[in-house]
């Protein structure tokens, strides 16, 4: 601690031209975020192409019904 000892019990500094930040601002600097806008839905819009299309060759298959 002998490196600190000249600052350790200082005063903590508060601006006199910016105002403190609120806690809620704060923490939303370190909130999760989605890096990937778009990506849940495109992986949604892609599982129900693939299960209509396999619903539609099944029935195909199924009762010899082709287009």
């Known amino acids: 601690m002998d490196n600190y000892d ?3 019990n ?3 500094h508060v601006s006199k031209r910016h ?4 806690m809620w601002n704060r923490a ?3 909130a999760p975020f989605a890096a ?9 819009d892609t599982a129900q192409e ?3 299309s ?5 029935n195909e298959e199924e009762y010899g ?3």
């Open 28 to 30: 939303a600097q370190f």
């Open 36 to 44: 990937l806008t778009g990506y849940e839905d495109a992986i949604k």
């Open 65 to 67: 019904i082709y287009e």
């Open 19 to 22: 105002p403190q930040m609120s």
């Open 10 to 12: 200082m005063p903590h």
């Open 6 to 8: 000249d600052i350790i």
């Open 50 to 52: 693939n299960e209509s």
């Open 54 to 58: 396999y619903e539609t060759k099944n």
